[in-house]
Every structure is written in structure tokens, then in C-alpha cells.
Antibody, heavy 117, light 108 residues
Framework: EVQLVQSGAEVKKPGESLKISCKGS????????IAWVRQMPGKGLEWMGI????????RYSPSFLGQVSISADKSISTAYLQWSSLKASDTAMYYC??????????WGQGTLVTVSS | SSELTQDPAVSVALGQTVRITCQGD??????ASWYQQKPGQAPVLVIY???NRPSGIPDRFSGSGSGNTASLTITGAQAEDEADYYC???????????FGTGTEVTVL
């Protein structure tokens, strides 16, 4: 059974750094792209970027380029989304999803990030 | 980057048919996929490719497309279909993806 399990909720202060994770199981982790998706409170889905764990190639939406960093550690089947300096506007639910061909077929349960002073 | 535009909200009577549309230039080159999201839950893929349903998705869900518009149709809407629906496609550059603005479906 394909599963993506994300790390737990985080509460951070503005300016702090953060790295959240998404661990894949039940499939060959290195053979599928992993996408990250943001959903701000009460808003729609926003596609942030993807990473191919096989070679760590990452691509970013222009809206998120330079704002976050996407990485992966194929030895532990885990993808990451990282911020170096959080802002209040980063408060959102973040989802990871597996990309099968052109569709996001399996999703993690989401990680809620709250940034507040 | 590309944009995909959806109507913000639609309503449908129980058992009737509703069509949700998604417009964008990238749809002239790429298929859309569709996602259902219920409150407090992660999105679920319901339609992908030309008109494919993942295992477990009822056959009342179907997809189509023409020109710059993709459509998701629910034929015989059920109460459990009440949710937000998002389209998604590659962006115009082909390197990334973009979500539509989302449609809230209410089943009356």
C-alpha cells in the first residue's frame, strides 16, 4: 500500500527556520516525483514545487522560488520542505503528494505550520 | 506562470448532474487532473488523463476537455459529493504544475 506520512504540526516564531518531512512507503521512492502543495487558511491549493528523489532534481513554481527549499534523502525515502526564515504569511497546511505521470495520485495527511510571535 | 480559472461555487440538486469547468491556456496542450477535498481532509484524485478514474472513485465522476477548457461532471450527485474541487495541469512551460482556483460544490 502506497503511503506518504508527513511530520507533525509545528508552531514557530517569525524568523525561525523549519524543515518538514514526507516519508514514502509501499513503492519505489526513487522512481516518482514528490510535490509540495500549500493551502493557506480558508484558501485554495497552491503548487509549490517537485523533487525527483532518484537524483534530487528540484523544480519550483515561480511564486515559491527562493522562498523555500525542497530536498530528499533517498536512503530513508523522505522528502523535505524547508524555510530559512519563516514569516507569518507562511502559516498554512502543507501537503506532499506523489506524482504519477501527470497526476498527483497519493497524498500525505498534511502538516500544519503556524508562524506567530 | 499559467493560471487555471474555475467558478467559485456551484450547487446541484440531489441526484442531478453538475459540470465544473476549468479554463486556462495550458489546457490546450495538457490534460487536467481533478481533486476532491472535503473539510479537514487531504485532497483526493478523482479524474486524470483523458477520462480515467482511480480505483475506488465512483463512475458518476467523468472528465472531458476541449480547447482551453477542461470539465468534471458528476452525474447523479450524492450528498457525499459535497466538497471543494480543484483542477490541476502542467503549466505552459511544461516544467511545473498549477492548480485551479477551486469550486465549492453544494448538494441541495
Amino acid at each position: 500500500e502506497v503511503q506518504l506520512v508527513q511530520s507533525g504540526a509545528e508552531v514557530k516564531k517569525p524568523g525561525e527556520s523549519l524543515k518538514i518531512s514526507c516519508k514514502g512507503s509501499g513503492y519505489t521512492f526513487t522512481s516518482y516525483w514528490i510535490a509540495w502543495v500549500r493551502q493557506m487558511p480558508g484558501k485554495g491549493l497552491e503548487w509549490m514545487g517537485i523533487i525527483y528523489p532518484g537524483d534530487s532534481e528540484a523544480r519550483y513554481s515561480p511564486s515559491f522560488l527562493g522562498q523555500v527549499s525542497i530536498s530528499a534523502d533517498k536512503s530513508i525515502s523522505t522528502a523535505y520542505l524547508q524555510w530559512s526564515s519563516l514569516k507569518a504569511s507562511d502559516t498554512a497546511m502543507y501537503y506532499c503528494a506523489r506524482l504519477e505521470d501527470t497526476e498527483h495520485d497519493y497524498w500525505g495527511q498534511g502538516t500544519l505550520v503556524t508562524v506567530s510571535s | 506562470s499559467s493560471e487555471l480559472t474555475q467558478d467559485p461555487a456551484v450547487s446541484v440538486a440531489l441526484g442531478q448532474t453538475v459540470r465544473i469547468t476549468c479554463q486556462g491556456d495550458s489546457l490546450r496542450s495538457y490534460y487536467a487532473s481533478w481533486y476532491q477535498q472535503k473539510p479537514g481532509q487531504a485532497p483526493v484524485l478523482v479524474i486524470y488523463g483523458k477520462n480515467n478514474r482511480p480505483s475506488g472513485i465512483p463512475d458518476r465522476f467523468s472528465g472531458s476537455g476541449s480547447g482551453n477548457t477542461a470539465s468534471l461532471t458528476i452525474t447523479g450527485a450524492q450528498a457525499e459529493d459535497e466538497a471543494d474541487y480543484y483542477c490541476n495541469s502542467r503549466d505552459s512551460s511544461g516544467g511545473g504544475y498549477v492548480f485551479g482556483t477551486g469550486t465549492e460544490v453544494t448538494v441541495l
